[in-house]
């Protein structure tokens, strides 16, 4: 799998690049990965309340940067360089700060231990996650 380190809390945003450079990472190899980190490098710094076209492996990402006060939504829009040009409607602009997760089926499997974990996390001990898939083990650790 695929893992990307940042001081950024943008997590739909970086879900949304690992799903592009994922897959294809195991096809051209440390290549793809020199050319996504050229592109992320050319990306504006994040300012709170702007609107920003992010390009990425052929891809142009619209990403709202949040004011830290106000509700989150949870993807953010995707269009391919064809469609760069065609101005994007409401629908295609979402804030990618936070993402849902739905709790229940990331850790139906461990009812009992929940609370033990609970206990663990409140403590501050480490905690290794481990789970059948990487986006099951990124939903754990973001939940």
Same mark, same amino acid.
């Given at each position: 799998s695929v893992v990307l380190i940042t001081t950024?809390?943008?997590?739909?945003?970086?879900?949304? *690049?690992?799903?592009? *450079?994922?897959? !294809?990472?195991?096809?051209?190899?440390? &290549?793809?990965?020199?050319?996504?980190?050229?592109?992320?490098?050319?990306?504006?710094?994040?300012?709170?309340?702007? &609107?920003?076209?992010?390009?990425? !492996?052929?891809?142009?990402? &619209?990403?709202?940067?949040?004011?830290?006060? !106000?509700?989150? !939504?949870?993807?953010?829009?995707?269009?391919?360089?064809q469609l760069a040009a065609r101005m994007p409607s409401p629908k295609d602009l979402l804030v990618s700060n936070l993402q849902s997760v739905n709790l229940y089926s990331t850790f139906r499997k461990m009812n009992v231990a929940l609370w033990v974990l609970w206990e663990l996390v409140l403590i501050g001990e480490s905690v290794v996650v481990m789970a059948s898939s990487p986006s099951t083990c990124s939903d754990a650790v973001l939940a």
């Amino acid at each position: 799998s695929v893992v990307l380190i940042t001081t950024h809390p943008f997590i739909g945003l970086f879900k949304r *690049v690992v799903s592009l *450079v994922g897959p !294809l990472y195991f096809q051209y190899g440390d &290549t793809l990965l020199e050319s996504t980190f050229q592109n992320i490098a050319q990306w504006p710094d994040p300012e709170q309340g702007k &609107t920003f076209d992010l390009p990425v !492996l052929g891809h142009v990402l &619209t990403y709202h940067v949040p004011h830290a006060s !106000l509700p989150q !939504l949870v993807d953010c829009a995707d269009r391919t360089v064809q469609l760069a040009a065609r101005m994007p409607s409401p629908k295609d602009l979402l804030v990618s700060n936070l993402q849902s997760v739905n709790l229940y089926s990331t850790f139906r499997k461990m009812n009992v231990a929940l609370w033990v974990l609970w206990e663990l996390v409140l403590i501050g001990e480490s905690v290794v996650v481990m789970a059948s898939s990487p986006s099951t083990c990124s939903d754990a650790v973001l939940a």
